[in-house]
């Protein structure tokens, strides 16, 4: 199993596929782009089906999320998806998206066995979008939604930041229309992850906000079961059955309850999205090594994972590789 000093036990698998993206959300790019990975860096579908095969035969991952970048531009994701599915134990299999380019894929993706989707989505008014993700792309996410939900990716779960001065108004407007249309909204605080290291905590959103905000239009109570290593805390709406989440990785850190594991497009390790080491799988696939040693370089890179994620700390530093670079 992939377990560290502090006895918590990795299970959940975040691969980014690609670096790439369609859209240019403020939070996580600048609007020029990024210098993209070349194509000889990045991992082969072949040598990301291997890394998953033994992270869900060796080390105990039960969990596999497909991101990015947007994970949508990979060629050759369905294929992935189709593996990935015909694996013995079998993971739970699940995407985060921008959305666009779900209204083709939706179903194929279905057919090869992806579980469900996350689509992220902040806003209701496309002139919002386009200032927000500076592209206008509105309508095909919404359209991505529905497909996702007409294939049966369910539940469709909804990821929403919110951005001082552009949608912090509409955290009821966004969530009585998730509940309408049958989506699991949750809210996720704006985290020092941007290529443009734009974030200043003073300006951000916070949990505590989003709250406030909700509580203008619904009831909320917080739901009886903790939130474990899910990231989110849930409440209940207006005494049910609909819920609402809040990942509060700035004011309410869940560190000590992480289950993930992280694999770069390129092929790196990371134990935590704030990092600032990775642990480099792509030089032992490519020189051969087999699977005990890939495992094992793998046991040790978690190994060595902290306590937190030190944003607290006022010696905190950003990780060098921007959100879009590591998988969100
Ligand atoms: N492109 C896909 C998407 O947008 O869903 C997948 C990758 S994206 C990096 C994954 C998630 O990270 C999205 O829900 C996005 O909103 C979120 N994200 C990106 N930058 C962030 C930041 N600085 N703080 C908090 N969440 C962020
Ligand atoms: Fe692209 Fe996702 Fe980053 Fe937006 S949050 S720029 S959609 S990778």
């Known amino acids: 199993m992939l377990v560290d000093t502090y ?16 859209l240019r959300c403020t939070y996580c790019m600048p609007e020029e782009g990024l210098q993209w990975l070349a194509k000889p860096d990045l991992l082969t579908d072949d040598e990301i089906v291997r890394l998953i095969r033994l992270a869900t035969t060796e080390l105990g991952v039960t969990e596999i999320r497909f991101t990015g970048g947007e994970p949508l531009l990979r060629p050759g994701l369905t294929g992935i998806v189709e593996r990935c599915a015909a694996l013995d134990p079998r993971p739970r299999l699940s995407l985060t998206t ?3 380019g779900l209204a083709r894929t939706a179903p194929a993706l279905r057919a090869a066995g992806l579980d469900r989707v996350n689509v992220s989505l ?4 496309p002139e919002v979008f386009r200032r927000l993700t500076r592209r206008d792309r509105h309508q095909d996410v919404l359209r991505g939604l529905e497909a996702a939900r007409a294939a049966g990716l369910t539940p469709v779960k909804i990821n929403t930041v919110l951005m001082p001065g552009a949608n912090d108004d509409e955290a009821p407007e966004l969530l009585s229309w998730a509940i309408t249309e049958g989506y699991e909204l949750r809210f996720i605080e704006q985290m020092p992850l941007d290529a443009q290291h734009g974030w200043r905590r003073e300006g951000m959103i916070t949990a505590d906000d989003v709250l406030r905000s909700l509580r203008t239009r619904f009831t909320l109570t917080p739901e009886e079961e903790g939130r474990g290593s899910a990231p989110a805390e849930r409440w209940i709406v207006d005494g049910g059955p609909h819920r609402v989440g809040v990942i509060a990785s700035v004011t309410r850190p869940f560190c000590g309850a992480c289950d993930r594991t992280r694999l770069t497009a390129d092929g790196q390790i990371r134990n935590c999205l704030f990092a600032r080491e990775e642990t ?8 051969g090594a087999p699977d005990g040693e890939i495992a094992e370089t793998w046991r040790a890179a978690m190994w060595g994972k902290k306590a937190g994620s030190g944003l607290d700390d006022p010696s905190f530093l950003q990780p060098d590789r921007p959100m879009s670079a590591i998988g969100g």
């Open 280 to 287: 480099d799988l792509r030089a032992a696939l490519r020189s």
């Open 7 to 22: 006895g918590r036990v990795a299970t959940d698998l975040r691969v980014s596929l690609t670096d790439r993206c369609n």
């Open 98 to 100: 921008n959305g666009i």
């Open 122 to 125: 902040d806003t209701l008014r």
